[in-house]
């Protein structure tokens, strides 16, 4: 006896006969057969997203900092220490916490992803600015009332 399995050319034929529609598959484009290094492939043009790359900048430290608000607000800068230390301990104890921080000036931020490592804490932040509106010198912070 012959071949038990059904050939390609027979199975065609059966189906011709039988007047069953078959679907033609596409075929699948070829895969280049030059490889090109990851450096060398241009990447997609940017989007509409305004999206900047990151430029490494100085690092602004504690006492870089003092210093700007102490020129700022006319402070000694001994008793500006004292306050920027408090109040970045405040800031890192509430990221700490979970908490997200609204703060004028900076913007919104919040956790993205917390980890442990090295027993560290390692937090991956969100920030999201806007327009930074200054207040008007002028317009009181609440309205003056008579004591009488």
Known sequence: MANSKPTADSTKAKRA???????????KAAAPAISVPPKMVPKPPATETNVVPRIKGPTLKIKDLVARVASTTGAKKKTVKEIVEATLTALGDGLTKGEDLNLPGIGRVRIARAAEKDGASMLTLKLRRGTHRKKDAKEPLAEEEDDG
């Open 17 to 27: 006969s039988t007047g069953k529609a078959t679907a033609v598959k596409p075929m």
